[in-house]
T-cell receptor
Framework: DQQVKQNSPSLSVQEGRISILNCDYTNSMFDYFLWYKKYPAEGPTFLISISSIKDKNEDGRFTVFLNKSAKHLSLHIVPSQPGDSAVYFCAASETGANNLFFGTGTRLTVIP | EAGVTQFPSHSVIEKGQTVTLRCDPISGHDNLYWYRRVMGKEIKFLLHFVKESKQDESGMPNNRFLAERTGGTYSTLKVQPAELEDSGVYFC????????????FGSGTRLTVV
């Protein structure tokens, strides 16, 4: 039973515009959330994370928003660049655990 | 710093055969993880080593899967005998201090059982 869900398998965005990737979770014990980016034939690469004590974390063009009441988080990429084209995975964990629960990924295509 | 290395990168075996996947973590990383992604699905946790000890193997599908980490360095994941549903990409990851900055993943081994 999937505890982390990414309901959009794909997303296409024009270069320079904002990309918004969404993620929902069901386990209220999750308190740490991460986004990974994955290029073909490579492993996932850590992008940005957020703890449940925050509702926003920013790193350059990437911002993650967390809505605990809705059990929802999103990743915003502004401005989107062609090099951002990849599969993005949302992941979650709970305090004391070292394993991650991943979503199924969203394939982002940034059109030049 | 060398990254997490996995080999082989691809393996095609027949149902019933045995396959061994290897992972070399980043030097000094005590935590080593195995994950698997079946086609189009989520990346699923298999197990976690701290040094040579299995900390959590709750994600191992069944007893056809055996993971070892001799001497707390590299790790192997053996599938014996392989079944069709074992096909997927097996990722290894390592970390020094748990999840604070995420793990570092290897490129994965794509296993195809025919």
């Amino acid at each position: 039973d999937q505890q982390v869900k990414q309901n959009s398998p794909s997303l296409s965005v024009q270069e320079g515009r904002i990309s918004i990737l969404n993620c929902d979770y069901t386990n209220s014990m999750f308190d740490y959330f991460l986004w990974y980016k994955k290029y073909p034939a490579e492993g996932p690469t850590f992008l940005i994370s957020i703890s449940s004590i925050k509702d926003k974390n920013e790193d350059g063009r990437f911002t993650v928003f967390l809505n605990k009441s809705a059990k929802h988080l999103s990743l915003h990429i502004v401005p989107s660049q062609p090099g951002d084209s990849a599969v993005y995975f949302c992941a979650a964990s709970e305090t004391g655990a070292n394993n991650l629960f991943f979503g199924t990924g969203t394939r982002l295509t940034v059109i030049p | 710093e060398a990254g997490v290395t996995q080999f082989p990168s691809h393996s095609v075996i027949e149902k019933g055969q045995t396959v061994t996947l290897r992972c070399d973590p980043i030097s000094g990383h005590d935590n080593l993880y195995w994950y698997r992604r079946v086609m189009g699905k989520e990346i699923k946790f298999l197990l976690h080593f701290v040094k040579e000890s299995k900390q959590d193997e709750s994600g191992m599908p069944n007893n056809r899967f055996l993971a070892e980490r001799t001497g707390g360095t590299y790790s192997t994941l053996k599938v014996q005998p392989a079944e069709l549903e074992d096909s997927g990409v097996y990722f290894c990851a390592s970390s020094q201090v748990g999840l604070t900055y995420g793990y570092t993943f290897g490129s994965g081994t794509r296993l195809t059982v025919v």
